[in-house]
């Protein structure tokens, strides 16, 4: 739970973190709601609220209101605003979106309104799946339904593992936290940092796992680049901790599979967003509606 003011600034937060795969939402939301309402108690005097949101991992309904399915949760058609009920600030609406869309605003927007270092750009959230999301000109792509951006769901290899949204092969499989863990041989109970120290010190299983992930975000990244035009990458996430290592195979196979390379070299950059960039996101989101209209708000 974090509360930003026009600034950029926090005025309040407090993080809890936890592995929610497979959970129950009414569980979840209980702790949230928990999380929530001692934050907003402890405020400064005069602070004034005007917007809530909140950042999923997963598909979220037009109109803002209802998560239709996050897959590495185990959740469908979840409600978050009746399961968070009195926890949501009194008389603001609860508006929900997708995380990795709300955490690419931490990368377009260095505050509400100020650009930031990137104006067009693919962003890849990666934790325990990998979300994704496509910016030009600062504003995010999202597509007829708000659902653009799943690059986490782009097929590498149709006869690769199973994934948890049903099909094979999909990319998070192969970059996302847990599967690069596992296929270096660590428990998801390591750290990313574990598997940073293994591979540079020449463990020959940690650096295939990392070499393995390199491949799969290039053929990814590769047709999302070739289809749109966006050479700028930004990792997020636990992919934002290892693009160092990362970044030159990447790279490397980018030039070789992106058609417009020769002259517009594609190029890997890492988020710089505090944990939780999704939770600072949906925080930008609501106050961008004060700049649009500010006189509506004296």
Do not use: K
Not at 73 to 101: C, F, K, R
Not at 188 to 215: C, F, I, K, Q, Y
Not at 261 to 268: E, F, L, N, S, T
């Amino acid at each position: 739970v974090r509360v930003i003011d026009l600034r950029g600034r926090v005025v309040a937060e407090a993080l809890e973190y936890g592995d929610f795969v497979g959970s129950d939402p009414v569980a979840v939301f209980g702790r949230l709601a928990a999380l929530s309402t001692r934050v907003l108690g402890g405020l400064p005097p005069g602070v004034r609220l005007v917007g809530a949101g909140l950042a999923l991992p997963g598909i979220v309904a037009a109109e803002g209101d209802l998560l239709l399915r996050a897959p590495n949760l185990g959740w469908s058609d979840v409600e978050p605003a009746a399961l968070l009920g009195a926890a949501t600030p009194a008389g603001l609406p609860l508006h929900i979106d997708n995380e990795a869309n709300l955490a690419a605003r931490t990368a377009a927007e260095a505050a509400p309104g100020r650009p930031g270092a990137f104006g067009d750009f693919v962003y890849l959230s990666g934790e325990i799946g990998i979300g994704g999301a496509a910016v030009l000109g600062g504003q995010v792509m999202t597509g007829r339904h708000g659902w653009a951006g799943e690059i986490g769901h782009v097929c590498v290899d149709p006869a690769g593992p199973l994934c948890r949204c049903g099909s094979t092969g999909c990319l998070e499989t192969y970059a996302g936290r847990d599967a690069m863990l596992a296929a270096a041989g660590l428990t998801p109970a390591s750290t990313l940092a574990e598997l940073a120290e293994l591979a540079g010190g020449g463990d020959a299983r940690a650096r295939e796992a990392l070499s393995a992930t390199a491949r799969a975000l290039a053929v990814a990244l590769a047709g999302v680049i070739n289809v749109l035009d966006i050479p700028t990458v930004v990792l997020g996430g636990h992919l934002a901790q290892l693009a160092d290592l990362l970044r030159p195979e990447v790279e490397q196979q980018l030039r070789t599979r992106v058609l417009s390379a020769r002259w517009v070299p594609p190029r890997i950059e890492a988020a710089t967003s505090p944990p939780a960039p999704g939770a600072t996101g949906a925080a930008f989101r609501e106050l961008s509606g004060i700049l649009a209209d500010p006189a509506a708000w004296l």
